[in-house]
Structure formats: structure tokens, C-alpha cells
């Protein structure tokens, strides 16, 4: 049974370039969320989302950022107009259900914005 | 804003040694407490706090929740070499939905042979 898979591992971007991370919950799981984890912080909750809905997007940057989840295919965190403070760790996870209780975490995608 | 706070940052010992990791929060509403494990991959789950003063325990790991305090200990006895990682810890103030997470910034215990 294949965990969470994120898509790429680690991505290099210059200033201003557009970002997008991708998320393939486990088999099963139909909630999704995205975390981030700036340097030296702890994990921030973004967003959260079930198959063509964003159920909670209170942690998402006002602009810049967006997230989906379509009825086919992966997750997707799309930053557009990268800046240098974008570069960080996402983390997606996902659940079978919601209360989540554990969450499942990908090992992440690495965002560097040059 | 809702706080997680990890003590120590990081802790280095020797292959047998007992461990204590802590974490205190302030959460407007609390639910529950989580502990994560994360060894330079996925974050995986250890262990869900509910209640105050009911240890849970999975092999030589087991943790415990003060909700009076609002603290949790993490122990690990007879660590291993493979214990190395860094914990996490994670409170759940969304009102019980467990996905609004807030993290504390983990510790790095690094066990030498």
C-alpha cells in the first residue's frame, strides 16, 4: 500500500517563476492537506481539501497561493511569483475520513527560489 | 495564537540510555495532543493524548498528558541507534477535527552507539 507521494522531492525556482508541488494521497484517503514548514519553525497548517472542494484554506497566504484536489489526478499547491520567502518544505497528508485523527504525511517537496 | 514549545531542541546520548522529551502548549481549544516522528522523511505517527494522567505506550516508547499543566512528556528507554529522528509534537485546536495542527519546532535526539 504505497504512502502519500509528493511530487518533486525538491524544486529550484528563480524569483517571480510559478511553483507547483503535487500530492497523490494514500489509496483510499479522500482528504488532503497541506503543511509548510518554513526554516527553523514547526510544520503550519495551509490548507484542506476533499475531491473538488477546499474545505479550509485559513492557512493559505492571501495571494499568490492556491490549492485543488480534482475529481481525477493529484493534489496540486500551485505559488505563483515565487519570492525567496516562499522557499520551504510542503508536506502533504491525507486521511480516510474527517476527524482525521492520524494524519498520513508524504516525505515532501523541498521549494528553493533563487 | 495557538503555541507548541519543545524542549530540549536538541539532545545527544549514548545507545541504551533512557530520554525525556517535553512539550507545553497554550491552545484556545484543545483537543488533543499528538506526537510525530520524522527521520529526514515522513513524519510518522506515534501517539494521540486525549486525557490527562493515561499513559500510552507503544514498546519502549510511551507518553503521558498533563491538560492541568499543559505539558506532554515523550520517554524512550533503552534507546537505539534507529531512535535517532527529530519528535514532534502537535496540538489539535480546531475543536476536534484533528488536520488544524499546530507543531512545535521538534527535537533532535541523536543516539551514538
Known amino acids: 500500500n504505497a504512502g502519500v507521494m509528493q511530487n518533486p522531492r525538491h524544486l529550484v525556482r528563480r524569483r517571480g517563476q510559478e511553483a507547483r508541488l503535487r500530492c497523490s494521497p494514500m489509496k483510499g484517503h479522500s482528504h488532503v492537506y497541506w503543511y509548510r514548514q518554513l526554516p527553523e519553525e514547526g510544520l503550519k497548517f495551509m490548507v484542506y481539501l476533499q475531491k473538488e472542494n477546499i474545505i479550509d484554506e485559513s492557512g493559505m497566504p492571501k495571494e499568490r497561493f492556491s490549492a485543488e484536489f480534482p475529481k481525477e489526478g493529484p493534489s496540486i499547491l500551485r505559488i505563483q511569483q515565487v519570492v525567496r520567502g516562499d522557499s520551504a518544505a510542503y508536506f502533504c497528508?491525507?486521511?480516510?475520513?474527517?476527524?482525521?485523527?492520524?494524519?498520513?504525511f508524504g516525505e515532501g517537496s523541498r521549494l528553493t527560489v533563487l | 495564537e495557538d503555541k507548541v514549545v519543545q524542549s530540549p531542541l536538541s539532545l545527544v546520548v549514548h545507545e541504551g540510555d533512557t530520554v525525556t522529551l517535553n512539550c507545553s502548549y497554550e491552545?484556545?481549544?484543545?483537543?488533543?495532543l499528538l506526537w510525530y516522528k520524522q527521520e529526514k522523511k515522513a513524519p510518522t505517527f506515534l501517539f494521540m493524548l486525549?486525557?490527562?494522567?493515561i499513559e500510552k505506550k507503544s514498546g519502549r516508547l510511551s507518553s503521558i498528558l498533563d491538560k492541568k499543566e499543559l505539558f506532554s512528556i515523550l520517554n524512550i528507554t533503552a534507546t537505539q541507534t534507529g531512535d535517532s529522528a527529530v519528535y514532534l509534537c502537535?496540538?489539535?485546536?480546531?475543536?476536534?477535527?484533528?488536520?488544524?495542527?499546530?507543531f512545535g519546532k521538534g527535537t533532535l535526539l541523536t543516539v551514538n552507539p
Open positions: 497528508a491525507s486521511s480516510p475520513r474527517n476527524p482525521a485523527g492520524e494524519l498520513f
Open positions: 502537535a496540538v489539535d485546536g480546531s475543536g476536534g477535527s484533528n488536520y488544524k495542527l499546530t
Open positions: 486525549t486525557s490527562s494522567g
Open positions: 491552545v484556545t481549544n484543545f483537543r488533543s
